[in-house]
């Protein structure tokens, strides 16, 4: 359960589904490559992998199936302690096809999160372990990289291989995969600060 904790979304769901659904402003961009403003209804994880209830900004509600779109997204606001305000917090899913289906028997072709996005992509997917909506739930890593990793589950008996190989540009980075700070549970973190590095080496280059 420990990496649940790692992903603003699941929290979010978490109280959508105790305060029962709850509607986002966001859009959905559909396979002809249409985006349409509107509302997303977070109802629960492996839910909203499968299908998406969406409000029209007419009011008109209307489901899409995963296969019906190639992303979508929505805005939640995130309240910080430290500064006592709200953060708005952008979520997008995009359509990929996953080894574990979100719920038994079901479609493998579905929305994952995205939670971090660059030279390096860290993905979210949930799946649950009976085929009803709404039950255990299991959360799985995917990253794709634009230096030759493919859209890849990561696991923890995996992970140090295809994060070294993702960050193989970035020697200093790369050793530290496996060690402390820098396990399974730190993928985003690795990730986001290959993305980082390398952006401000570019920027610097490009300057020079």
Do not use: C, W
């Not at 209830?53 to 296969?67: L, S």
């Not at 309240?79 to 359509?95: E, F, S």
């Not at 230096?147 to 020697?171: D, H, I, Q, R, W």
């Not at 993305?195 to 020079?208: D, I, K, P, V, Y």
């Amino acid at each position: 359960m420990k990496n649940f904790t790692l992903t603003i979304i699941f929290a979010i769901i978490t109280v959508a589904q105790v305060s029962a659904k709850k509607a986002f402003a966001g859009y959905v961009i559909n396979t002809n490559g249409e985006k349409i403003e509107g509302q997303v209804v977070v109802v629960s994880p492996t839910y909203n992998e499968l299908k998406v209830k969406f409000i029209h900004t007419n009011n008109k509600k209307e489901t899409f199936k995963a296969k019906e779109l190639t992303e979508y997204g929505f805005e939640v606001k995130k309240y910080n302690r430290a500064t006592k305000a709200y953060k708005t917090i952008n979520i997008t899913y995009v359509r990929k096809v996953v080894e574990d289906a979100p719920v038994r028997f079901g479609a493998t072709d579905i929305m994952v999160e995205r939670q971090v996005n660059g030279a390096i992509k860290v993905y979210n997917q949930y799946t649950e372990a009976d085929a009803k909506i709404g039950g255990k739930v299991q959360h799985f890593f995917y990253v794709e990289t634009t230096n030759g990793v493919e859209f890849t589950k990561v696991t923890k008996s995996n992970y140090k291989k295809v994060m070294k190989a993702a960050t193989a540009s970035l020697p200093a980075l790369q050793k530290l995969v496996g060690t402390r700070g820098y396990g399974y549970k730190h993928i985003a973190k690795i990730a986001t600060t290959y993305n980082e590095t390398m952006s401000t080496r570019n920027t610097l280059a490009t300057a020079n």
